[in-house]
Structures are given as C-alpha cells and as structure tokens.
C-alpha cells in the first residue's frame, strides 16, 4: 500500500463577516462585524472550515467568508503585506491555527 504524499500546511487570508448572537463580545449597539482572519490548511477550503467551526465556537455567528489567498497569491496579486501581519501569518502556520489580526465591528 503506498502512502499519500503529505500536502503542506498554507495559511490564507479570510475576510469572515459575522452578525450577532448573544455573548458574541462585540460592541452593545453593533449590528455585526467583519475579521481579518489568517488560518493554515492544506488548501482554502480547509482553512475555512477551521476558521468557521473555531468561531462558532467562540459564540459568533459567522454569515459569510471571503478568501484572500496566501502570503504569495496576495503579493503577486499587487498587495503590501505589513511586517506585523506577516508575523501573524508564520505564527498560524507554526501552531496550525486560527489567528484572528482584526475585529471591525458594523454600524448602523
């Protein structure tokens, strides 16, 4: 039996759009919020599934989620990434996790 060749670890970018829920933890008079995501996987679809069941968890009620792309996809693409951003992305990548950079709650 041959084994599958082990796909490496990525971290993408996830914009994920959340609106309320009782203890979300945003703002009293917010109506929803958007995060800057960064979540390692083996592919984006993976990436989101962890990033959605990992807020869930944490009481958001997650609406939609936007992929960004990697670290490369999103230089190639025109995009300055940060020093500080890029810090969060190796560090999702080391612990295989779910780092959230931004919270930005909504108005209305």
């Known amino acids: 039996m041959t084994e599958k ?3 490496p670890q990525q971290v ?3 914009v ?3 609106g309320r829920k009782k203890d979300d933890g945003l703002p009293d008079k917010a109506t929803g919020g958007a995060l800057l995501c ?4 083996v592919d984006e679809a993976e990436a989101v599934r962890e ?3 990992i807020l869930k968890d944490a009481d958001l009620a997650v609406l939609e989620v936007q ?6 996809e999103r230089r190639a693409a025109g995009e300055e990434i940060g020093a500080e951003d890029e810090e ?7 612990e295989n996790s779910v780092i959230v950079a931004q919270m930005t ?4």
């Open 67 to 72: 992929g960004l792309g990697t670290l490369d």
């Open 88 to 94: 969060l992305m190796q560090r999702a990548l080391e």
């Open 5 to 7: 060749p082990k796909r």
């Open 12 to 14: 993408f970018s996830l």
């Open 16 to 18: 994920v759009e959340v």
């Open 38 to 41: 960064y979540a390692s996987g």
């Open 51 to 53: 990033t959605v069941a």
């Open 105 to 108: 709650p909504f108005f209305d």
